[in-house]
């Protein structure tokens, strides 16, 4: 079994920046597809980011292109998402996700706890 553990979340002005991370427990952490998903009060989970096992394949939901990143370091078992230019339109439940196949919505096998980020205007 794999535990994501995350952190970094807080309370941010617009404009400013915040790094999330999520440690995964276990020593299959480079077999692992990870991404980031975040869900704001009264809508739907959404994709945000997602980085293959190898760390080459990388993709991001278009609102937050040019202004996230997404980094792996498979030798710490560690995601990041780095987010830069924060609208108040980001502010949600940020969960770090993990899975054995691609990573998608609906094909996650691990969650982490969830990391509220909020941004104010």
């Known amino acids: 079994q794999v535990r994501l553990i995350e952190s970094g979340g807080g309370l941010v002005q617009a404009g400013g920046s915040l790094r999330l991370s999520c440690a995964a427990s276990?020593?299959?952490?480079?077999?692992?597809?990870m991404g980031w998903f975040r869900q704001a009060p009264g809508k739907e989970r959404e994709f945000v980011a997602a980085i293959s096992r190898n760390g080459v394949g990388i993709v991001f939901v278009d609102s937050v292109k040019g202004r996230f990143t997404i980094s792996r370091d498979n030798a710490k078992n560690t995601v990041y998402l780095q987010m830069t230019s924060l609208k108040p339109e980001d502010t949600a439940v940020y969960s770090c996700?993990?899975?054995?196949?691609?990573?998608?919505?609906?094909?996650?096998?691990?969650w982490g706890q969830g990391t509220q980020v909020t941004v104010s205007s």
């Open positions: 996700a993990a899975a054995w196949a691609t990573i998608s919505l609906n094909e996650v096998d691990y």
């Open positions: 276990g020593r299959t952490f480079s077999t692992l597809d």
